[in-house]
T-cell receptor
Framework: GAGVSQSPSNKVTEKGKDVELRCDPI?????LYWYRQSLGQGLEFLIY????????KSGLPSDRFSAERTGGSVSTLTIQRTQQEDSAVYLC????????????????FGNGTRLTVT | AQSVAQPEDQVNVAEGNPLTVKCTYS??????LFWYVQYPNRGLQFLLK??????LVKGSYGFEAEFNKSQTSFHLKKPSALVSDSALYFC????????????FGTGTRLQVTL
């Protein structure tokens, strides 16, 4: 079946511009995550959506970053007034979280969006 | 707070030799532990997980990992490495006390040579 789909795969933007990154999770997956992977760094948690619960935004690095998830499916990560330090690969992941296994469902990752801010 | 440490940036192994990629963790409650692999220009793929039960967990592609509670470790192992195993490996932990997010280590690059 279809996996997690992210678009665009690559995005080059000028410093100060806004960008939107899109994630289509696997159908039926109720949990959706955004991570950032910078060169030489690990995966940095950004935000987590679970069903209709309030999202966990504790990883967003600044108020220039925001994310929404419409209808419990597609998610958009928006970065306003981009800076060069925002250059990274942005990874989206989803997981199936039935009640009995909310803690141990593996994440399914998309191939990421490589963002370059010039 | 939960955290994961992968002390080696890179591990070099000759094909056919056993490999170990190290991971230690810190959580306040019980850990749920995962290994993921990232091949070049690809997303992360799930390899295996430890939730409870047997300390030796077997996963995809012949990999296994051993949970050691006293050493708070979850090292990834394979008896005989293949060149095709060369990739970036990430250890991750989720604390049952704060179950929302999965915290990843910084990754270890595995290089298997002929």
């Amino acid at each position: 079946g279809a996996g997690v789909s992210q678009s665009p795969s690559n995005k080059v933007t000028e410093k100060g511009k806004d960008v939107e990154l899109r994630c289509d999770p696997i159908s039926g997956h109720t949990a959706l995550y955004w991570y950032r992977q910078s060169l030489g760094q690990g995966l940095e948690f950004l935000i987590y959506f679970q069903g209709n619960s309030a999202p966990d935004k504790s990883g967003l690095p600044s108020d220039r970053f925001s994310a929404e998830r419409t209808g419990g499916s597609v998610s958009t990560l928006t970065i306003q007034r981009t800076q060069q330090e925002d250059s990274a690969v942005y990874l989206c992941a989803s997981s199936l979280t039935p009640h009995q296994s909310i803690y141990n469902s593996p994440l399914h990752f998309g191939n990421g969006t490589r963002l370059t801010v010039t | 707070a939960q955290s994961v440490a992968q002390p080696e940036d890179q591990v070099n192994v000759a094909e056919g030799n056993p490999l170990t990629v190290k991971c230690t963790y810190s959580v306040s409650g019980n850990p749920y532990l995962f290994w993921y692999v990232q091949y070049p220009n690809r997303g992360l793929q799930f390899l295996l997980k430890y939730i409870t039960g047997d300390n030796l967990v077997k996963g995809s592609y012949g990999f296994e990992a051993e949970f050691n509670k006293s050493q708070t470790s979850f090292h990834l192992k394979k008896p005989s490495a293949l060149v095709s195993d060369s990739a970036l490996y990430f250890c991750a932990v989720r604390d049952t006390g704060t179950a929302s997010k999965l915290t990843f280590g910084t990754g270890t690059r595995l290089q298997v040579t002929l």
